[in-house]
């Protein structure tokens, strides 16, 4: 059985590490390669599949974007009072909405313990960040345990946006679609 488990997590391990993607360092520069998320927020990066990866963190890059498969996705280092966590963006503009995604791995087996598997759980939490003339608040918000009136004060300064949220044309479960409309239809251009 850790035979098994193993051999899972190396195939995984492996098809990672040959996602396309595009780094962005802080000082402005990009390159464009294959790239994987380690565990601990790390990226491992190489151009080409030849190369050995090389290992960065929140302190030489601020975002990576992978494609492939018809879809791209951009993950963004946010910094939290206790450091930095990776964070994919969801939707961006004046307001940012991000989630951290949380995977976890349980082994199961059938009542005759003759078959057994892996199943994943994911557990996700979005922040939102608003830009200010300071600096980014974030703002923790759960999908499932949403305040409505939390929502309302976050987007106090759009009275349209705040009058779909009181009347549920807004669902608290549409986060996504309330941040996208704040930032097309409440921001400046």
């Known amino acids: 059985m850790k035979y098994i488990i193993t051999l899972l997590f190396s195939i995984s391990f492996c098809f990672s590490q040959n996602q396309e993607a595009k780094i962005f360092f802080i000082d402005g520069d990009t390159f464009e390669g294959f ?12 151009l080409t599949l030849d190369d050995e990866p090389t290992r960065f963190s929140y302190d030489h890059l601020s975002r990576i974007e992978f494609y492939g498969f018809e879809t791209s996705s951009t993950f963004q280092y946010v910094k939290f009072t206790k450091g930095y966590k990776l964070l994919e963006v969801l939707t961006e503009g004046e307001v940012t909405l991000f989630a951290e995604v949380k995977t976890n791995l349980q082994l199961f087996f059938s009542n005759n313990r003759t078959n057994y598997g892996l199943d994943t759980h994911n557990m996700f939490t979005l922040y939102l960040a608003k830009k200010t003339k300071n600096n980014s608040k974030l703002f923790n918000q759960n999908p499932f345990k949403s305040s409505k009136k939390k929502m309302m004060e976050y987007f106090s300064d759009c009275s349209e946006l705040v009058r779909k949220i009181k009347t549920n044309e807004f669902k608290s479960n549409e986060i996504k679609e309330i941040v996208e409309y704040y930032n097309d239809f409440c921001t400046e251009l």
Do not use: L, Q, W
């Open 35 to 46: 790239a994987m998320i380690t565990g601990n927020n790390d990226i491992k990066f190489r």
